[in-house]
């Protein structure tokens, strides 16, 4: 049976690949995004092309603060909730006023709408961020969180204001950790797309450490998969890793996109960055046990699929001038 739904950050890398697979199963999507000048525009225009032009989707551009929130979800059944100010190296100093205002508030804006909406399932799309430097590996949910960064911050308080309306207010909610999320349409300021580019046009690119650190490798079409699922699944848990199974090292991920591209990477060494952390790994016993989640795309064919998205879009963007 089709659904209402209403996607926030439906033109961002994720959502819009999120909303795509509700459009296929024939829900109704509402989207919104206020397209923030983290990146160019023209990636979310890019993003948006295809949506438009489907039959059961409407898109109303925005800011979560200052939009009529009760009209926009008086018919809905499921909120997921996308938008985010983005990034761990951009949130410190002036920048960090930015986080406040499009995730902490945006998303407390969100829940005090939801608290006179019962029966509204509303999925959050938090980060593998709050963790910060954790000792525990594959780390569970149950860990005490210790987030590195202002960015990580913002995720965590999100996930409490979650805990605090759900407690209190009966809010039918999830969360979902988001581990190293990679694939077409990936953000341009998120590493592999960086690493990727920076090989294509054969310039150098920063690794910041020595390149021994490791991330847990999630592809794109998995993350919609689990956030479809927390949107159809009614759970005993509020918090859920989603991970893509493929942990590897960074100077491990760039050989594999040597190889895909046929290409040498040049590539400068500096010093580790602030909020960055040596390691991640999501234990995602939790995920496959409530909502048989089983991520089933391989690093290798995800950074194909990433490598050939990044080839168009570099020809396009060289065609528009």
Same mark, same amino acid.
């Given at each position: 049976m089709s659904k209402k739904v209403l996607v926030t950050g439906c033109a961002g890398f994720i959502g819009s690949r999120l909303c795509e697979a509700l459009l296929d199963r024939e829900d109704e999507v509402q989207g919104i995004d206020c397209f923030t000048d983290y990146y160019p525009r023209f990636f979310k225009e890019h993003n948006l092309e295809t949506l438009l032009s489907r039959p059961g989707f409407t898109f109303v551009e925005g800011d979560l603060n200052n939009l009529d929130l009760a009209s926009l979800l008086a018919d809905r059944s499921v909120l997921y909730h996308l938008a985010a100010q983005a990034g761990v190296r951009a949130s410190w100093g002036r920048e960090f006023e930015a986080y406040v205002h499009h995730n902490i508030r945006a998303t407390q804006r969100l829940l005090e709408t939801l608290k006179e909406r019962p029966g509204i399932r509303f999925v959050f799309a938090s980060s593998s961020s709050v963790y910060g430097l954790v000792r525990q590996f594959p780390t569970p949910e149950d860990v005490i969180l210790g987030p590195n960064s202002p960015y990580g911050a913002t995720k965590a308080t999100c996930e409490h204001l979650l805990s605090l309306y759900a407690e209190n207010w009966g809010i039918d909610g999830v969360a979902l950790r988001y581990f190293t999320v990679y694939g077409p349409r990936q953000r341009p300021d998120m590493a592999f797309h960086k690493f990727l580019r920076a090989i294509l046009e054969d310039r150098p690119l920063d690794i910041y450490g020595d390149g021994s650190q490791s991330r847990d490798c999630t592809y794109v079409d998995d993350i919609v998969a689990a956030t479809l699922r927390a949107g159809d699944t009614r759970t005993r848990s509020r918090v859920f890793n989603v991970g893509g199974g493929s942990r590897r090292a960074?100077?491990?991920?760039? $050989?594999?996109?040597?190889?895909?591209?046929?290409?040498?990477?040049?590539?400068?060494?500096?010093?580790?960055?602030?909020? $960055?952390?040596?390691?991640?790994?999501? $234990?995602?016993?939790?995920?496959?046990?409530?909502?048989?989640?089983?991520?089933?795309?391989?690093?290798?064919e995800g950074l194909l699929r990433e490598a050939r998205w990044m080839e168009g879009i570099l020809q396009e963007m060289g065609s528009t001038g």
């Open positions: 960074l100077r491990d991920i760039l $050989d594999v996109m040597q190889e895909i591209l046929g290409r040498k990477a040049r590539i400068r060494y500096l010093d580790r960055e602030r909020g $960055d952390v040596p390691r991640t790994h999501a $234990d995602i016993t939790r995920i496959r046990e409530e909502f048989g989640y089983n991520p089933g795309t391989s690093l290798e």
